[in-house]
């Protein structure tokens, strides 16, 4: 019981000094926690993003991916797809992302790569299902904005507009929205 109550105490110490930008002092704190139980990621994931915030990506990496050997949590498939697409390695990010949707349908930064790299990859077709799905959970018009531009570039003008028309009376003062719906009115 003592390892677990180590385990969270440091952990949180991790949390702690990361929030206050002192990484070697989480880095050490976490290293702790990582050393009382391998049960959970969170120490894995907290090292990944002091990496990320040093700028040591392959770092970073690694301890994504021992997070995911520990267990498959969406943010450390989110941060690979993220590191992926700096390094320009857009079907790997792309399915790094989807993985994380898999995971967690709302993750609205693993969404967001998605979507790019579906426009990059001339994939939108495979974007769609994941869009759908988070608006479903989610119910953001913002979003509706999304899959119109996505049904656009499928040639679905006509499903795109009934959904820009939707946005539209939800975010009137949308501008994207109306962008798009003027491109489809063109």
């Known amino acids: 019981m003592s390892n677990l109550l180590d385990y969270e105490i440091n952990k949180e110490l991790g949390e702690c000094y990361l929030f206050m930008g002192e990484y070697e002092k989480s880095k050490e704190y976490y290293e702790k926690a990582a050393q009382n139980t391998t049960e959970f990621s969170a120490p894995q994931m907290g090292l990944a993003t002091i990496a990320v915030q040093v700028g040591d990506l392959d770092t970073?990496?690694?301890?994504?991916?021992?997070?995911?050997?520990?267990?498959?949590?969406?943010?450390?498939?989110?941060?690979?797809?993220?590191?992926?697409?700096?390094?320009?390695?857009?079907?790997e990010a792309f399915d790094y992302f989807k993985n994380a949707l898999d995971l967690n349908a709302t993750n609205t930064v693993a969404l967001g790569g998605l979507v790019q790299e579906g426009y990059a990859l001339k994939?939108?077709?495979?974007?769609?299902?994941?869009?759908?799905?988070?608006?479903?959970?989610?119910?953001?018009?913002?979003?509706?904005?999304?899959?119109?531009?996505?049904?656009?570039?499928?040639?679905?003008?006509?499903?795109?507009?009934?959904?820009?028309?939707?946005?539209?009376?939800?975010?009137?003062?949308?501008?994207?929205?109306?962008d798009l719906y003027a491109f489809i009115a063109a």
């Open 123 to 178: 994939r939108v077709a495979d974007v769609v299902a994941y869009v759908k799905k988070f608006y479903e959970e989610t119910k953001d018009p913002q979003i509706k904005i999304t899959l119109a531009g996505c049904l656009i570039n499928l040639d679905k003008k006509e499903e795109a507009k009934m959904l820009l028309e939707e946005a539209l009376a939800e975010l009137p003062d949308n501008q994207d929205a109306k």
């Open 60 to 91: 970073a990496i690694f301890h994504y991916q021992k997070a995911l050997e520990i267990e498959k949590v969406d943010n450390a498939f989110t941060g690979l797809g993220l590191i992926a697409t700096s390094r320009g390695l857009h079907a």
